[in-house]
């Protein structure tokens, strides 16, 4: 069956700590199911246990799901062992709507290879959950345990400040900025954050639109982000731009409010 829209209201884990929407080999073959929506008004897991782990989508073969998509309107929270998927998906969408914050364990994506190949694929992947106040980018890279407690950030959108006072090196140059009491107009300056979603190079990291490469009252332009989590896990940098010089002092303060949404969205290499 392709092409199909199923429609529920409120599905409660009996405790079985199965799966949501299982796709299964029968027969020695495989039924070529794509195309199709799954709406949920609320997803209610069992009592977390190590013996309830709930899997939004699931799939009992290596094979790849094309075209899946997958709206929960309200996702209590998954017992520790949960998962978003253990499948390899293409061209899927997920919007799920979480009550708690998930954690970058449960977002794990499992990558089945074609050779060398990565094959995730996510057309649209967005998670919301409580909003965090105060995140605040990093000014050094690998400084995951002093970001958000530590914790890889789980939500899809978010607001991002940058407070750093000191220029920080430049990886692809091994150089650092001159430093001292004014940002230059025109120099770059790096800062960092950790996402759950950083999973080793599959996805795209992008601000909201009309952020871009415009430069911001503030004085800053984003100019790039970069998924470092190949080498750093979980890791994202981002690149600012001073459009004209800026008093370090204030930008260290808040004076100058370098604050801006981000949007994390995902494309995986065919």
Known sequence: MQGSNFRFGTYTDSGSGTALISFQASGGGWAYWDSNDFHFDRVTPAAS????????????????????????????????????????IQDCMMVVSASAALSAAQMALPVFRSGTVKSNNFNNFMLTAPAI?????SPSPNTRASFNRGLPLTSSLFTLALRANK?????????TPADGKIWPAGEARRFYFYHGLAQNQQL?????????AACQPSGVAITGIFDNSATVPYEVEIVAVACKPLVVADVKSGKVNISFPVLVGTVGTD
Not at 75 to 82: E, I, K, S, T, V
Not at 204 to 212: E, Q, S
């Open 204 to 212: 795209i990291y992008v601000t909201m639109p009309k952020i871009g």
């Open 167 to 175: 220029p920080s090196r430049d990886p692809r140059t091994g150089k």
């Open 49 to 88: 246990s190590s013996a309830n782990k709930l899997v939004l989508l699931a799939c009992d073969v290596s094979t790849t799901l094309y075209r899946q998509n997958l709206y929960i309107t309200r996702l209590d929270p998954l017992p520790a062992g949960g998962r978003l998927t253990n499948a390899n």
């Open 133 to 137: 106040a105060g995140l605040t980018a």
